[in-house]
Every structure is written in C-alpha cells, then in structure tokens.
C-alpha cells in the first residue's frame, strides 16, 4: 500500500469531489483522479458515487471516514516538533464520551481549559459506550464505569472510585435520622433513562428488602437534583458529580442505609493520538479528574 494515499483519501473524504480535492493538496486533477481509481481498487468500494449533481459517499467511506483523519493528522504529527505547540493559541474542538451521570465531572477539566487554552471548545457527544467511541475517532476522551480491558489502541488511566450516597434538602427528616426507615418512607427522585434494565441502586434495594416511595422521574441526573431540591426529596446518585452543585442547593450527601459497592471508572483515550496537544490533554484530564 502507497502511504501517500492517505493524503488523497482525507482530501476526498473532506471535499466529496476530485476537483476539490486536489486543489485542497496542490495536485493536479488528473493525479487526484488517478488516486482514487488506486483506492477504489484496493478497497474494492468507489468510495466516491454521484448522486444528482453531486458526489457522496459510500457507507464504507463513511466508515473510514474518521479513522483516515487519525492517520492523517499522525502523518503530519511526524513533521511537527513540540518545541512551538502552545494551547492557548488552539482552536481545537475536545469531544467527551461520557455517561449523563457523570457528564459534571468534567467541570474543572473545561474550567482549566478555559484558562489554559481559552479558543478551545468542548462538546458531549452521545454515545452510549464510551469506549466504542473513542476507538472510532468520534470522542478524544472517553469515561466508562468498570475495570477496563486491556486495548492496544487505547491509553487507559483509572481513576478513583465514584462512592454512592442520598442527597437531602438540609432541612430533611434524614439528616436527622439517617436510618433505613426514614429513607424509605421519605420521597423520592429517579432519573428515567428509558431502558427496562434494573439499575444498580434498584439492585442493591432488592437484594436488602428494602422499598423506596417515588413521586417523580427527571430526564437526567442534573434535572433529577434541581427537582429533589425543590420537592423536599430524596436523589440517590453518585456523590462526586453532583457534591457541589448540591451544596449550592442547599442539599447534603448522605450516607446510604444499605451498603453499595463503588464503582470503578476508566478514562480512555486513543492509543494512536500522540500529537504536542492530545499529550498535553491526556495529562491535564488525568490532573483534574484524580
């Protein structure tokens, strides 16, 4: 395989057209032209079809779309020294993969980064696996619960485990008597996620014989706390995400009445990113999130 070919194939890719395309790398039409023809025969995919009066690409183009833009920001990684990087002058766009739950923890990682690197963005994307996500190039950074598998193409960094807790109004029964009878028969909060699976916090209810009074569903864990401030209820989550915000609300964290295991948490980025500022990123999220 010609590596040069990543060149052209990013460009097609990116442009959707030959012309553009090679304009885009300073090649001649004919030569770009040529490329094409070379990867559609290696690939065994036209990689570029029209439709109506323009070009579009297939689902496997699609596909390699993101993992070509990898290779070709690594190739030009290769003839750029570290010496002039300098964060406060990128205007990169950092993706996160995260579960809701855990979406605020990133608060003082996007705090230090608009201090450090204030053109940067930030942007959740959606995705209900983080680890998938970041293999395919769609999040920088990734954060799963669970011990992570070893992975060739990932960099994983553990981080403490997230202890369980029930936040309370400062005014609640449970503050003063935090026992399995007054959490039970207080008010609840849940946060309806729209999967029939029994949560970890159901699990643990279950196997204590112990049962809960719910008065309302929120559509995520922030929403879930604001509501439980403002009905007087309880809010079983994790304690680290939400512990400042809660205060805020003039909510406490509370010991549960039953016993939790932790749970353990993983961040992951790509093995492959090796560039000055995905270095840099990596130990600046690791900093902010021990």
């Known amino acids: 395989m010609d590596l040069n070919l990543i060149t052209g194939l990013s460009a097609l890719l990116d442009h959707r057209s030959v012309t553009a395309a090679a304009d885009a790398v300073g090649r001649t039409q004919s030569a770009m032209s040529h490329s094409l023809s070379r990867l559609r025969d290696h690939f065994r995919d036209p990689i570029l079809v029209r439709d109506g009066w323009e070009m579009r690409l297939t689902p496997f183009a699609e596909h390699l779309h993101p993992r070509v833009t990898a290779a070709a920001e690594a190739a030009k990684v290769m003839f750029t020294t570290s010496f002039d990087f300098d964060p406060a002058t990128t205007k990169r766009r950092i993706r996160i993969a995260a579960p809701d739950l855990c979406a605020s923890l990133f608060t003082r990682l996007i705090g230090e980064l608009g201090k450090r690197a204030p053109l940067a ?161 990596q130990e600046l999220c690791v900093t902010t999130l021990s």
């Open 121 to 281: 963005s930030v942007e959740f994307v959606e995705q209900s696996i983080a680890r998938e996500a970041v293999l395919r190039s769609e999040a920088d950074i990734g954060l799963g619960f669970g011990h992570a598998n070893s992975d060739p193409n990932l960099v994983l960094h553990p981080i403490a485990p997230l202890n369980w807790c029930t936040f309370a109004p400062n005014t609640h029964a449970y503050c003063k008597t935090p026992s399995a009878n007054t959490w039970s028969a207080s008010r609840h909060i849940l946060v309806r996620q729209g999967s029939a699976r029994e949560g970890p916090v159901e699990k643990a209810l279950r196997v204590h014989g112990i049962k809960r009074h719910v008065v309302g569903y929120a559509s995520n864990f922030s929403a879930a706390l604001i509501l439980a401030s403002e009905t007087g209820a309880l809010f079983t989550t994790l304690r680290a995400p939400f512990e400042d915000v809660a205060a805020q609300l003039g909510m406490s964290p509370l010991a549960l009445p039953f016993k939790m295991p932790d749970a353990p948490a993983t961040l992951m980025f790509r093995a492959d990113y090796g560039n000055p500022f995905d270095i840099w990123l």
